[in-house]
C-alpha cells in the first residue's frame, strides 16, 4: 500500500500503536502464505483503533462487510462485552473458511459469525439493530451498504467506510478507475448528506466514521 502521509510517518504511527497480539501475527502471516491480496488486511493500527471502539461503544451488535482473512473481526472481537457478537459478510468461499478456521481456533467461534455470500442480501436479511458497522468490501457497493446499514443502525451507533483515501488515488479528478470514482463519489455523498454527520480520518488508508445527524 502507498503511504499516503509524509515518507516514515506510517511506520512512526506503527512504532507507537499496541503491536498485535500473537494470535494476530500468525494469522497475518498465515494469510499471507495462503491469500491473494494480503494488503487488504486491516493491519495493527486500523485493528487497534476498530478494538478501541468496541471497547468504548460496548456493542451489542456489529457488522462487518468483508471478511477477508477475518483479521479485522478477530482485532474487535476481544473487546465486545459480554453478550456481544460481531456478523461479518463475505462472498468468497476461500476467505470465508480461512476466517471460519481462524475464528474457531482463537476461541471466538460463539461470539463471531461468518455469512457467506453477497453482503446485501446478508445485511438485508438481519434484523439488526447495528451499534457498529465497518464497510469494507468492494468499493462499488458502498452507497447500497450505506443505505442498508442506514436502515438497521442503532441511535446512537457509527458507520465506517474503509480505504476511502484509495491510496490518495482519491485526489485524481481524472482517474478512470472504477473503485477510485466510486470512492470519490461517495466520499461527496456522505459529506453533502443532511442525514449524516461524518469524519475522514487519514488511519492507515482512509476510515470514514459516520453517524446520524
Ligand atoms: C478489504 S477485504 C476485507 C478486509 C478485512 N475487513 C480486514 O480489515 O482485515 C474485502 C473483502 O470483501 C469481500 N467482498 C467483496 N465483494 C463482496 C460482496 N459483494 N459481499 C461480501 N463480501 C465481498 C472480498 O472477497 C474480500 O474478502
Known amino acids: ?86 456478523v461479518t459478510c463475505e462472498l468468497n468461499p476461500e476467505h470465508a473458511t480461512f476466517a471460519r478456521k481462524r475464528i474457531a481456533e482463537n476461541g471466538f467461534a460463539d461470539r463471531i459469525t461468518v455469512e457467506e455470500g453477497p453482503a446485501l442480501d446478508t445485511v438485508r436479511s438481519l434484523d439488526g439493530p447495528f451499534d457498529l458497522a465497518f464497510i469494507d468490501a468492494n468499493k462499488t457497493g458502498y452507497p447500497d451498504y450505506l443505505e442498508a446499514v442506514l436502515e438497521k443502525l442503532s441511535p446512537n451507533g457509527l458507520m465506517l467506510a474503509d480505504n476511502t483515501l484509495w491510496n490518495g488515488d482519491v485526489l485524481n479528478a481524472d482517474s478512470a478507475d472504477p473503485d477510485t470514482h466510486a470512492l470519490r463519489s461517495f466520499n461527496a455523498a456522505v459529506a453533502a448528506d443532511p442525514r449524516l454527520r461524518c469524519t475522514l480520518l487519514t488511519v492507515r488508508d482512509g476510515l470514514t466514521v459516520i453517524r446520524r445527524a
Open 1 to 86: 500500500m502507498k503511504p499516503v502521509t509524509l515518507p516514515g510517518i506510517e511506520d512512526y504511527v506503527a512504532a507507537h500503536t499496541t503491536p498485535d497480539a500473537p494470535h494476530l501475527v500468525e494469522l497475518a502471516a498465515q494469510a499471507h502464505e495462503a491469500l491473494v491480496d494480503p494488503q487488504m488486511m486491516s493491519g495493527p493500527v486500523q485493528g487497534r483503533f476498530l478494538e478501541l471502539l468496541v471497547f468504548a461503544m460496548r456493542p451489542r451488535l456489529v457488522l462487518e462487510i468483508g471478511t477477508f482473512s477475518g483479521y479485522s473481526a478477530l482485532s474487535m472481537a476481544p473487546a465486545l462485552p459480554p453478550g456481544g457478537r460481531i
